[in-house]
């Protein structure tokens, strides 16, 4: 390789980031499936060789686990982060969401893997299903502590951490980053409806943002 091939090649790699490729990973994963993608169909999509992926990841399958787990970072980020700025259940529980949505259809721009069956090695899946489990564990735990303090209606944690983890990832199936609303305005009005729906005594005046006049859904 020539010196001005090989300045293309480092100018090519340092215009990738962490979360670009995970990205366009995690689009393609949804769009093609695991099987059906290839590293060189996300290295076409980012505008870069292979040889330039290469230098970030080893294989299609770190990439995918690499996917999984930007998801779980942000998803215990937000828990700790909202048990910081809040003491009342309900309030940690809006923030918790809030941060878990935003953070799908932000960082991930609107793409949520799924985990597919024999997709990961052993050790990756243990991995990827131990961050998951220990965040829907810290869910509930907000679950059961709002509804013992009287904040929220009488529940099944485990029930209701599932309809809630629902809700939010099918966001991405209807979501469009071309379209009217932000990351932010989405993730605070559902998290404030979800949140509005387990409350004792609901506040008259919850602040849910509305929409911009002319606006489509």
Same mark, same amino acid.
């Given at each position: 390789?020539? =010196?001005?091939?090989?300045e293309q090649a480092a100018g090519a790699r340092g ?50 686990f690499q996917c999984h787990q930007v998801l779980i970072e942000i998803a215990l980020e937000g828990v ?17 969401? @809030? ?21 990961? @090695? =052993? ?33 099944? =944690? ?12 099918? #966001?991405?199936?209807?979501?469009? =980053? ?7 305005? #989405? ?31």
């Open positions: 390789m020539g =010196p001005a091939l090989r215009r990738l980031t962490r979360e670009r490729i995970l990205a366009e990973a995690a689009r393609t994963f949804n769009r093609r499936g695991y099987h059906g993608t290839t590293l060189d169909g996300v290295a076409r999509a980012l505008g870069v060789t292979k040889a330039a992926l290469y230098y970030h990841v080893r294989s299609k399958e770190e990439l995918l700790r982060s909202a048990r910081e700025r809040a003491s009342s259940a309900d309030e940690q529980l809006r923030l918790t969401l @809030t941060s878990y949505i935003e953070g799908i259809l932000d960082h991930l721009r609107g793409s949520v893997v799924l985990l597919e069956h024999g997709a990961l @090695t =052993p050790a990756h899946q243990r991995e990827v299903i131990a961050g998951r489990d220990e965040y829907e564990r810290q869910l509930r735990e907000i679950i059961a502590r709002g509804a013992r303090d009287g904040v929220f209606v009488s529940c099944d =944690p485990r029930l209701v951490g599932f309809a809630l983890l629902g809700a939010g990832n099918w #966001i991405p199936k209807w979501y469009s =980053p071309a379209g009217p609303r932000a990351p932010k305005e #989405i993730a605070e009005t559902f998290a404030a409806y979800l949140v509005r729906g387990l409350q004792r005594h609901p506040s008259a005046d919850a602040i849910v943002p509305r929409p911009e006049p002319g606006a489509g859904a």
